[in-house]
């Protein structure tokens, strides 16, 4: 069972434009819900991270939007870089400890 | 305050040979994880480890691969008789106390072909 979807598969932006992500996950149990950022050849690296009892966060050019009724959320990059292309990972945690479950990953790439 | 370590970073292996690939929490992380990377795909979580202690290990396929955190030491993913499907990047990440399952720190990843 899937329990969080990502999508697109793929984005291109042009530079100074808007990427936008999305995640629709199906367990209500989830407690943190971090975006993780990842170049080629290296380890994911977390970019930013809401908990559900807010709907918006936002860190530099980097937003969450958080729909807990819709069981949604999106990563917003505002003003896109070249150096943004990475592949970006949504991710659910439950409360407690237990184990990230990750979205299948989106491929941005940012064109001058 | 080095970032989480792994080595090799690249590991080629023949079927039926075993690979043993490490991992060293950042200082003064207690807790392991352990995920597996196919290619274009995401992260597929393995095995939750403590000192000395397996917590979750409901991703682990059932045969052929373990995973350890001893006392002393980094930790250990052990894929014994390696076949091709086992190709992908291993990575492995760590969070302090207190901060279970949501902050992980990820390592650069062991990336394992299996010939």
């Known amino acids: 069972q899937q329990q969080v979807k990502q999508s697109p598969q793929s984005l291109i932006v042009q530079k100074g434009g808007i990427s936008i992500i999305n995640c629709a996950y199906e367990n209500t149990a989830f407690d943190y819900f971090p975006w993780y950022q990842q170049f080629p050849g290296k380890g994911p690296a977390l970019l930013i991270a809401?908990?559900?009892?807010?709907s918006e966060k936002k860190e530099g050019r980097f937003t969450i939007s958080f729909n807990k009724s819709a069981k949604q959320f999106s990563l917003h990059i505002m003003d896109s870089q070249p150096g943004d292309s990475a592949t970006y990972f949504c991710a659910v945690v439950p409360g407690g400890y237990q184990k990230v479950t990750f979205g299948t990953g989106t491929k941005l790439q940012v064109i001058p | 305050n080095a970032g989480v370590m792994q080595n090799p970073r690249h590991l080629v292996r023949r079927r039926g040979q075993e690979a043993r690939l490490r991992c060293s929490p950042m200082?003064?992380?207690?807790?392991v994880y352990w995920y597996r990377q196919l290619p274009e795909e995401g992260l597929k979580f393995m095995v939750y480890?403590?000192?000395?202690?397996?917590?979750?290990e409901s991703g682990m396929p059932k045969e052929r691969f373990s995973a350890e955190f001893p006392k002393e030491g980094p930790s250990i993913l052990r894929i014994q008789q390696v076949v091709r499907g086992d190709s992908a990047a291993y990575f492995c990440?760590?969070?302090?106390?207190?901060?279970?399952?949501?902050?992980?720190?990820f390592g650069p990843g062991t990336r394992l072909l299996v010939l």
């Open positions: 990440a760590s969070s302090p106390p207190g901060q279970v399952g949501e902050t992980q720190y």
């Open positions: 809401i908990r559900p009892d807010v």
């Open positions: 480890l403590q000192k000395e202690n397996i917590i979750d």
């Open positions: 200082k003064g992380h207690s807790h």
